[in-house]
């Protein structure tokens, strides 16, 4: 997950680092926050003003990734 101000984190080069992983076994999600109608954000996504947004989508992906075990 990336957003679109953060200079040391640019789009480009996280997609390369997801596709790095998914070639090697991994299972990778890349998610691109402008591609999911959320811009603005940095690098601390849960500490901005649209944190809520950012919480949405992780916790929509989380329901049907994660098997909790009890």
Known sequence: MVG???TDH???SDRATAD??????GDV??????A???AGNGHM???ESNS???LTLVT?????????RR
Do not use: S, Y
């Open 10 to 12: 640019p789009i480009e």
């Open 29 to 34: 999600r890349f998610v691109a926050l402008t």
């Open 4 to 6: 679109t101000h953060d």
């Open 45 to 47: 996504l849960m500490q």
């Open 52 to 54: 809520d947004a950012v």
């Open 20 to 25: 790095w992983l998914a070639e090697r076994g």
């Open 60 to 68: 929509e992906w989380l329901g049907p990734n994660v098997r909790l």
């Open 36 to 38: 999911a109608n959320v």
